[in-house]
Each structure stands twice: as C-alpha cells, then as structure tokens.
C-alpha cells in the first residue's frame, strides 16, 4: 500500500507516495546532495535549474552504472562460457 511520504527537496517541501519510505529518502538525500555539491560551484543560478542539472548528474550516473552492468554481465557470460567449453573438453577425455 502506498503512503504519503514528507519531504524536503531543494528547500522545498513536498509530500511523495511510495511503498519503501526508506528508498524515497535515500533518494531524496542523493538529490539534496548534488543541489548542495552545485550550489557551492554555481551560486549565481536559480533553485530550479541546480534541480535540473542535479536531475542531469544522477541521469548519468544511472547510465554509466547500466553500461558499467552491461560489460559485467558480458564478462561473466564469457568467463562462464570458457568454464563450460572447458568442462566439456574434460568430460570428452578418457578415465585413466
């Protein structure tokens, strides 16, 4: 069952329904910590376009993690791959 969740994203209150409130706030500490890390490097800009950007860097690091999964499970697939082949190979060979 989804609950209402309190929240403060950007200095700015907002009520969020979920299922896992732990998850939510994780999620909204990662946010608040990229419009912080932002604010100190770009103070000249509004409260929405650091939303924005902050939305831009975590987008990224979602993909570079999908991209870094991708290549893992391809390198796991091989190295099974390998395992199997080699397993076959000793299975086909006579018992001394």
């Given at each position: 069952?989804?609950?209402?969740?309190?929240?403060?994203?950007?200095?700015?209150?907002?009520t969020l329904?979920?299922?896992?409130?732990?998850?939510i706030?994780k999620?909204?500490?990662?946010?608040?910590?990229?419009i912080?890390s932002?604010q100190?490097?770009?103070?000249?800009?509004?409260?929405?376009?650091?939303?924005?950007?902050?939305?831009l860097?975590?987008a990224e690091?979602?993909?570079?993690?999908?991209?870094?999964n991708a290549?893992?499970?391809a390198?796991?697939?091989d190295?099974?791959?390998?395992?199997t082949?080699?397993?076959?190979?000793a299975?086909?060979q006579?018992?001394?």
């Amino acid at each position: 069952m989804s609950k209402a969740i309190r929240v403060t994203i950007g200095g700015k209150d907002l009520t969020l329904r979920g299922e896992n409130e732990e998850k939510i706030k994780k999620s909204v500490r990662e946010v608040n910590l990229q419009i912080q890390s932002l604010q100190q490097s770009l103070r000249e800009h509004s409260t929405p376009t650091l939303s924005l950007l902050a939305a831009l860097n975590i987008a990224e690091r979602y993909h570079d993690a999908e991209e870094q999964n991708a290549r893992d499970v391809a390198y796991i697939a091989d190295e099974l791959d390998k395992m199997t082949q080699y397993l076959e190979r000793a299975a086909r060979q006579p018992l001394p």
